[in-house]
């Protein structure tokens, strides 16, 4: 067996070549147990070193890892660098190893961002003193608007028959990706389907990626992306059915009847069992929500899609204020959903997390009194986008209430005081204590704005005089009485024994009622009959 390995440059020399033993001196272990091994010189701190095995009998020759054409060309192969930097034991360290060439090309200003090529990468994995290696693992460019990012947004593919942690797809993201963790987190608090990440340092051929502003503070996201993977991890006893997800440019979660080919060509895909060319659980999901003339609409609708997990989903995201374009704000885009085989109601899954609690890029939420039904009214970041459909959903008279118990039962369980304010210390404890300041002072005034619209307590305008206090009429009966109560405690207004007119009315709180986008909530307005 022999080692040929050259210190990786932009002009590479040729590879030296040198033997490798079994003699049970060189590191081999055992003499003749079949394993050799080989010593390199030493190089200098950050000197990438290039290196294949050659292996040959009698008869047959071969190489690890294997040329790249078929003229016997070592273009792509393992890869280690020298490091004499070390980075604390208690910061887990992902070093991403690329050849000269490559790293070259894939820099900021070298790379098509818009390209899917993939560079050969070496990943070394630091946990405390343990390291493990993963070779031939292909990183390229990931994300949508994400894509120009810098630092980069990347995803790194492991091959299928060494994976690491249980995974050969990680995606690393560099923006706001503590957000994107925390959101996650937060999901799952809630009992949710929802991605899993953690904070790494990134290193690339010796240089740490991540900025120390506010868009990383030194990490990047390692998130889970959504797949076979994750699906058996948060659907263990229901894992075999279809996930699908929604990109742009469709945005109106529009109907194709049986028509797969416009489904694809309108930003849906199929991410689990993809050789099955069976689409119509999706078509049928999607002739229900649009089947809202019919009078068996809820009844229908009920039957494709788990009601109960898109209200408290639809919740979740409302409290989290979420500006990155997705169904919960008014955009048919960046989302999945499931339907399981034992259970066959789709159930949505988050995607982007990253602009939440007024954090992140442009299209973050700054105000905490955003609207609670973003789904269909115009957001609080200057989006005029919305789904009508969902407000057919929402404001459903069975429905509404429902979404109002959500909203009510995660203010006081997950997204309650102590218990969000112990999960930002938990899981932004690298974050300055400012900026873990402002997440819980926007949540605070976000839960405080909720609750006042979905819990507006009882009023009664009479609209007569008082005398002691008490409001006094001259007359025998009264010609009106009106006021507001709240969703969650009554479904019904008696006025001296006799059930009120119940009649929607839009509430907008500090806001101009001549304008749809201020349009609030909906309470009821209650009359005595005369």
Request: hydrophobic content about 35%; glycine content about 10%.
């Amino acid at each position: 067996a022999k080692l040929h390995y050259r210190i990786s440059s932009l002009s590479p020399s040729p590879f030296t070549t040198i033997a490798m033993s079994d003699n049970g001196l060189s590191d081999d272990e055992l003499p003749n147990d079949g394993i050799f091994a080989a010593t390199l010189p030493a190089h200098a701190d950050g000197t990438v070193i290039e290196y294949y095995i050659e292996a040959r009998d009698n008869s047959n020759a071969r190489t690890w890892p294997g040329s790249t054409d078929t003229f016997g060309t070592q273009g792509s192969n393992a890869l280690y660098i020298v490091e004499d930097r070390p980075l604390s034991d208690s910061q887990e360290v992902y070093r991403l190893v690329l050849s000269a060439v490559e790293a070259e090309e894939f820099s900021a200003g070298n790379f098509d961002t818009e390209s899917n090529a993939q560079m050969n990468v070496t990943l070394i994995v630091k946990r405390g003193d343990d390291q493990e290696i993963r070779y031939r693992g292909g990183l390229r460019r990931r994300g949508a608007g994400s894509r120009n990012d810098n630092p980069r947004t990347m995803r790194l593919n492991l091959l299928g028959e060494n994976p690491w942690d249980g995974v050969t797809a990680l995606n690393l993201n560099s923006h706001f990706g503590y957000m994107q963790i925390f959101g996650h987190k937060l999901f799952a608090a809630s009992g949710l389907a929802g991605g899993r990440g953690r904070s790494v340092k990134l290193v690339i051929n010796g240089s740490e990626e991540a900025g120390g502003d506010e868009g990383q503070y030194g990490f990047y996201a390692h998130m889970e992306p959504q797949g076979g993977g994750s699906i058996e991890r948060q659907f263990p006893d229901d894992s075999s059915g279809n996930l699908y997800r929604k990109r742009r440019p469709d945005r109106q979660l529009a109907y194709r009847d049986g028509d797969l080919s416009a489904y694809v060509d309108y930003g849906w895909s199929k991410n689990t069992n993809q050789a099955d060319w069976d689409w119509s659980d999706l078509d049928a999901l999607l002739g229900a929500l649009n089947d809202t003339q019919n009078p068996d609409y809820l009844t229908n609708l009920s039957a494709h899609l788990d009601v109960e997990q898109w209200l408290r989903w639809f919740a979740v995201m409302t409290l989290l204020n979420n500006g990155e374009t997705n169904i919960s704000n008014g955009a048919d885009d960046d989302y999945y959903i499931y339907r399981g085989v034992t259970d066959p109601r789709f159930k949505l899954i988050p995607h982007d997390l990253d602009t939440i609690f007024g954090l992140g890029d442009g299209s973050s939420i700054s105000s905490p009194q955003n609207t609670i039904f973003d789904m269909f009214e115009a957001g609080g970041n200057g989006r005029a986008e919305s789904l009508d459909l969902l407000e057919d959903l929402i404001r459903h008279p069975e429905i509404l209430p429902r979404y109002y118990h959500h909203l009510r039962e995660l203010v006081n369980t997950s997204f309650s005081k102590s218990v969000f304010d112990s999960l930002v210390a938990g899981c932004l404890d690298f974050v300055p204590n400012g900026q873990r300041a402002n997440v819980i002072s926007y949540m605070d005034q976000r839960r405080a704005y909720v609750l006042s619209v979905i819990d507006p307590g009882l009023t009664v305008e009479t609209g007569l005089g008082e005398v002691g206090g008490f409001p006094v009429s001259a007359a025998p009966l009264l010609s009106s009485v009106s006021g507001n109560f709240s969703l969650l405690d009554a479904a019904a207004v008696l006025v001296n024994g006799q059930p009120a007119q119940l009649e929607f009315r839009w509430f907008c709180p500090g806001r101009s009622r001549a304008c749809r986008s201020g349009l609030e909530l909906p309470r009821r307005r209650l009359r005595s009959g005369d």
